[in-house]
């Protein structure tokens, strides 16, 4: 029985892909029980020719199956893997990005560690940051230095992070007696599921009287970002532990927000850096995610903390990034949709108020 899926969904990704693909080559896992699938969401550079050509040394190299799909229309990254997960056939699926560089222990660290317990829905891997410089020929060197993300930790104000992001790791957030740690949720760039975590968490959307019934994983609204976020919570509602495993090493090229921030200056900054577009969208979707999947009581509890986040962040919008309130009306259009999915959401939910609770620091 194969047991792992590899399934990339790639947009333009010419600079990354064959980096990525000679990491997925040098996997020591046996590659006759890796499945691989590739979704392009409509490249117009290179992207396809360079992935052909590399078919050969994949099918070469015993992977069963391959399969590249090109898609006409751009379907966004979660979307575009709900697409191929209906092409996996695997016990685990590993939904990764392209200008991620997997170590080659990645996959038989990962399965070795979620095979312990039926209870993990997730893994999160110890991602490191890398430049693309540090993938050229004569400069090859990815370091095990500087953190891109250990997983997702959120606070009572709501405030979602990445984990030691921008921080020199000095095994500061390993566990103490090794192995793995629970965290709050798995971040987006190399997340390695149990397949059935992913299947207990799909939802019906709401249809007319002549529509035919559909379902979502991802959210399907949310089109770029925060789906993650988004995902994360329900597993934790619907019971699924979500894990970080230090021994599962990848390196990410993240686009934006590359280093720490230290004070206002550094969060401004920060966000300039990241396109207007995405901006809006993590604006929308972040109060997409909390109206689905937030108790109420929780919030309650942590109104204080909430409501002062939420007006300094209007405030620095108002005047430094009006543009972002050009989302206001998309999300007035969408939130009778989304109360209907926190109904659905809520009804099927088998962890409480006070063990979500636990997670807001």
Same mark, same amino acid.
């Given at each position: 029985?194969?047991?792992?899926?590899?399934?990339?969904?790639?947009?333009?990704?010419?600079?990354?892909?064959?980096?990525?693909?000679?990491?997925?080559?040098?996997?020591?896992?046996?590659?006759?029980?890796? +499945?691989?699938?590739?979704?392009?969401?409509?490249?117009?550079?290179?992207?396809?020719?360079?992935?052909?050509?590399?078919? #050969?040394?994949?099918?070469?190299?015993?992977?069963?199956?391959?399969?590249?799909?090109?898609?006409?229309?751009?379907?966004?990254?979660?979307?575009?893997?709900?697409?191929?997960? *209906? /092409?996996?056939? =695997?016990?685990?699926?590993?939904?990764?990005?392209?200008?991620?560089?997997?170590?080659?222990?990645?996959?038989?660290? $990962?399965?070795?560690?979620?095979? !312990?317990? +039926?209870?993990?829905? $997730?893994?999160?891997?110890?991602?490191?940051?890398?430049?693309?410089?540090?993938?050229?020929?004569?400069?090859?060197?990815?370091?095990?230095?500087?953190?891109?993300?250990?997983?997702? *930790?959120?606070?009572?104000?709501? /405030?979602?992070?990445?984990?030691?992001?921008?921080?020199?790791?000095?095994?500061?957030?390993?566990?103490?007696?090794?192995?793995?740690?629970?965290?709050?949720?798995?971040?987006?760039?190399?997340?390695?599921?149990?397949?059935?975590?992913?299947?207990? =968490?799909?939802?019906?959307? &709401?249809?007319?009287?002549?529509?035919?019934?559909?379902?979502?994983?991802?959210?399907?609204?949310?089109?770029?970002?925060?789906?993650?976020?988004?995902? @994360?919570?329900?597993?934790?509602?619907?019971?699924?532990?979500?894990?970080? @495993? &230090? $021994?599962?090493? $990848?390196?990410?090229? /993240?686009?934006?927000?590359?280093?720490?921030?230290?004070?206002?200056?550094?969060?401004?900054?920060?966000?300039? +850096?990241?396109?207007?577009?995405?901006?809006?969208?993590?604006?929308?979707?972040?109060? #997409?995610?909390?109206?689905?999947?937030?108790?109420?009581?929780?919030?309650?509890?942590?109104?204080?903390?909430?409501?002062?986040?939420?007006?300094?962040?209007?405030?620095?919008?108002?005047?430094?990034?009006?543009?972002?309130?050009?989302?206001?009306?998309? #999300?007035?259009? #969408?939130?009778?949709?989304?109360? !209907? *999915? /926190? !109904?659905?959401?809520?009804? !099927?939910? *088998?962890?409480?108020?006070?063990?979500?609770?636990?997670?807001?620091?």
């Amino acid at each position: 029985m194969l047991k792992v899926t590899i399934n990339l969904v790639v947009l333009n990704g010419e600079k990354y892909i064959r980096h990525f693909l000679d990491a997925v080559l040098a996997q020591t896992y046996p590659h006759e029980l890796i +499945e691989f699938n590739i979704l392009d969401n409509g490249s117009l550079d290179n992207t396809i020719g360079i992935i052909e050509n590399f078919k #050969f040394k994949i099918l070469n190299s015993k992977f069963p199956k391959f399969d590249l799909v090109k898609s006409k229309s751009n379907l966004g990254m979660w979307p575009g893997q709900e697409e191929l997960l *209906k /092409r996996s056939s =695997c016990k685990y699926v590993l939904a990764v990005a392209v200008d991620v560089i997997l170590d080659k222990d990645f996959i038989k660290n $990962a399965v070795e560690v979620m095979e !312990r317990d +039926e209870k993990i829905g $997730a893994l999160q891997a110890k991602i490191y940051r890398y430049e693309l410089t540090d993938l050229q020929p004569t400069t090859y060197n990815l370091q095990p230095t500087i953190i891109d993300t250990f997983g997702f *930790k959120i606070f009572k104000s709501r /405030r979602l992070v990445n984990m030691g992001h921008g921080e020199k790791d000095i095994g500061q957030y390993d566990p103490p007696s090794g192995g793995s740690v629970e965290i709050f949720g798995v971040e987006g760039a190399a997340p390695f599921f149990r397949k059935s975590a992913l299947e207990s =968490c799909r939802i019906p959307l &709401p249809t007319t009287h002549y529509q035919l019934p559909t379902n979502e994983i991802f959210d399907h609204d949310y089109f770029w970002y925060g789906d993650d976020f988004d995902l @994360a919570w329900r597993m934790n509602l619907f019971g699924w532990k979500q894990i970080f @495993a &230090p $021994a599962v090493i $990848a390196w990410h090229d /993240r686009q934006t927000t590359k280093t720490l921030r230290k004070n206002w200056m550094d969060f401004i900054r920060i966000r300039r +850096e990241v396109p207007m577009r995405k901006r809006g969208l993590d604006w929308r979707n972040t109060r #997409f995610t909390i109206l689905k999947n937030d108790y109420i009581i929780n919030i309650l509890k942590d109104l204080p903390y909430i409501l002062k986040r939420e007006i300094m962040l209007f405030g620095y919008i108002l005047i430094f990034e009006p543009r972002v309130l050009s989302e206001v009306p998309n #999300f007035l259009r #969408f939130f009778p949709k989304m109360l !209907r *999915k /926190r !109904r659905e959401i809520m009804s !099927r939910a *088998k962890v409480g108020p006070n063990e979500i609770g636990k997670w807001f620091s």
